[in-house]
């Protein structure tokens, strides 16, 4: 009994040992997995579930002076498919469960996606994990796709930059290419506001690869890009681009440009060019039209250039509101060239404002051929020829202005009258708003700032510069006045119920072929109004329009351009007559 | 099984009884954790999918109305209407009574209407449907009344014009 009653209690120790034994090891496991190597097992198993995403940052948008939005970032769909799982499709119709084959499901997207039913079933009907079928639709097309649920159907969403206002002010704002990426004008100048940086996120996602709801973190947020405010009043610019336009489809000219400047803050309110491009599909234009001339062609300003000689002359004390000359038509030189005025007349007896009105080579010979050519230089600097303006535009042209000292006897003459000098528009355009400022030249202003998260940063340096007194600078708007009161082609630019002063350009353009001058022309008129305070410049340039032998083609522009700024500002007609100075001596 | 038995007994089967409810409540309130759970989840997708389309809407309309604003789009409507733009505005100087520039009616010949629209705008995907606005006599400036009551001035003495 005795040795019978010990076996029993033996196996049961031994299996009581065993299973102690087992616990233990688990045990034992149990502690080295959950907690001495728990951590690394974590890493492991986490960096297999692990997926990073880049968070993508938003390009910023740009503004014109009124906040209208003239650029901004949205989203743009590539409708793809996954030809290895096509197959038909089930719906339920009004609690009817149908089924729809592969045929039926490429009628409704080629119906949906614009495009021909075979093409999106020879799509579909491929090999592979990926084909596409449409790039960037809009979201109304993307939503119309989503709504058909097909489960091989597949999107990307992708960031696409919308031009609402289509070629209004395109060729300043530039554009970018399909990636995104700024290839021209202010998106590309200021890529450094409107760029934001991206982000980055992590997510966990299942054995399916499917992302694990509420697994996402964010590693890095990303920095949404800053938004540019231009000076730009985007109604007034596309106004100005419809006038021009027709004056260059009128003219059958290669291009035109118009300029408006409030005269005493710098601002440039427009910059407007035709042709134009729409930056939404930059191609639809050749090249040559997706650039900004404004800034980047220079050309020979002709008789604007007067304006500022007389100016000039009347700063150094070599002329004044009374100075008698006698122009005639012609005047030889002594090295026997000549200087010809453009049209046929007896000598006339004029003054200052009697040269400008008649627009007279010889006359402006005359007045200031005495004034050294380094004196007049250094005007010409201080009227911001020769050199880029403070917008330092994306290829930005600095004009052509030899130094004094290589002018040959000709160019010192030929320079008075704006020949063998050669400038941008805009650097004519604040030439002038020197004049309607009191003689003050502004840095010419085109980006406002850059806000990012309530900060305003790129604002201007507000740079000026005094280049005459005051008192000549009045003076030579009231002689301007002239042209606009009494010239020929000049009274054209009258605008009614305001006081005008402007000056003519008829400029003749270099031969292609390098043989001198040719038969084009740069057509232009350069103004401001109300003459008694000037309050806004514009400026208007016709390059080579068909059959211009005069500026008679670019005062109906300034005409429109002028009355439109005047009405959109609310500017007050003028109430007094203009001054009381001569034209002409007897 | 005497009074006594059963009572020595008792203690036995509560120890099994508490346990197995203890049990059965905590997987029945797992359950119903898990089908909130679940129920938060599908909830939580269905918003993320109502707020992805929500903001699909917006771009679609927002995209509307880019189209409809447009400078473009404006000018061609203008110029449907018959717009005409007068080159000879007056401003009246309401402090002191002054008109300034000389008055005349707008001329509406041909050369004078607003111009259609020469400036290129590829984003355009919707323009004004004039004709809903010249058929639908609730919308539309064309079929506009001016309400032209007498307006009394604060004092209630003397009726102000109208055309004020």
Known sequence: MGAHDAQPKNRLRIIALLISAIVGIV????????????????????????????????????LDANGEVLAR????????????MVGPVFRDIEG????????????????????????????????????????????????????????????????????????????????????????????????????????????????????????????????????????????????????????????????????????????????????????????????????????????????????????????????????????????????????????????????????????????????????????????????????????????????????????????????????????????????YQALANDGVRLDPVLVDSCSRDGQQTMQPAGGSTRVVDEGTARLTVDMMEKVVELGGVGSTAQVPGYRVAGKTGTAQIQADDGTGYGDSFAISFFGMAPAEDPKYVVAVMIYKPEGAINSAGATPPFKSIMSQVLRHYRVPPSTTPSANIPTEWE | MNKGDARALRPKAMLFLVPTVGIAAVLVLQLLLSNSLAGGAHQLRDLKKESEQLSTDVQILSEEVDSLSSQQNLAEAAKQLGMVSNANPVFLNLETDRVYGEPQPAISEEKLRV???????????????????????????????????EVILSSAMIPASPTR
Request: net charge negative.
């Open chain 1, 27 to 62: 045990g034992f496991r149990l502690v080295e997995f959950q907690v001495v190597l728990a951590d690394d097992i974590n890493e492991i198993s986490y960096a297999k579930r692990e997926v990073q995403r880049t968070l993508e940052s938003e390009r910023g948008s740009i």
């Open chain 1, 73 to 84: 970032t949205i989203y743009r769909y590539d409708i793809n498919v996954a030809p290895d």
């Open chain 1, 96 to 431: 009817v469960r149908i089924e729809l084959s592969v045929g039926d499901i490429a009628q409704e997207l080629a119906l949906i996606l614009d495009m021909d039913v075979n093409e999106v079933f020879q799509a579909v009907s491929g090999e592979g994990n990926y084909a596409n079928l449409k790039k960037r639709v809009n979201a109304a097309v993307y939503q119309q796709v989503e709504s058909l649920d097909i489960p091989w159907i597949f999107v990307d969403e992708l960031s696409y930059r919308l031009y609402p206002s289509g070629a209004v002010a395109g060729n300043i704002i530039g554009f970018v290419d399909v990636d995104g990426i700024p290839l021209a004008g202010l998106e590309r100048q200021y890529n450094t506001c409107l760029a934001g940086v991206d982000g980055q996120e992590t997510f966990e996602r299942s054995a399916q690869g499917m992302k694990i709801p509420s697994s996402a973190q964010t590693i890095k947020p990303p920095v949404e890009g800053g938004d540019l405010n231009l000076t730009i009043d985007s109604d007034l610019q596309y106004f100005a681009q419809q006038v021009l336009a027709d004056s260059v489809q009128s003219q059958n000219a290669e291009y035109a440009v118009a300029i408006v400047i409030e005269a005493e803050t710098g601002r440039l309110l427009v910059a407007a060019e035709a042709p134009s491009v729409d930056p939404n599909d930059p191609s639809l234009v050749p090249s040559e039209h997706r650039q900004s001339r404004i800034f980047q062609n220079s050309y020979e300003p002709g008789s604007t250039m007067k304006s500022i000689t007389t100016a000039i002359a009347l700063d150094t004390g070599e002329a004044n509101a009374y100075t008698q000359i006698v122009a005639e038509d012609t005047m030889r030189l002594p090295w026997g060239d000549t200087i010809d005025d453009s049209f046929n007349h007896d000598p006339r007896k004029l003054t200052p404002a009697g040269i400008l009105k008649i627009s007279s080579n010889v006359g402006i010979t005359k007045l200031a051929g005495e004034i050294s050519r380094d004196v007049r230089y250094d005007y010409l600097l201080d009227f911001g020829f020769g050199e880029q303006t403070a917008i330092n535009f994306e290829g930005e042209s600095a004009g052509l202005l030899r130094e004094a000292s290589q002018w040959d006897g000709m160019t010192n003459l030929t320079t008075l009258f704006g020949q063998g000098m050669a400038v941008t528009p805009i650097q004519m355009a604040y030439s």
């Open chain 2, 115 to 149: 111009s259609g629209n020469l400036i290129s705008n590829t984003a355009m995907s919707v323009t004004t449907d004039l004709s809903t606005l010249v058929q639908n006599p609730s919308v539309g400036v064309a079929t506009v009344e001016i309400s032209g009551g």
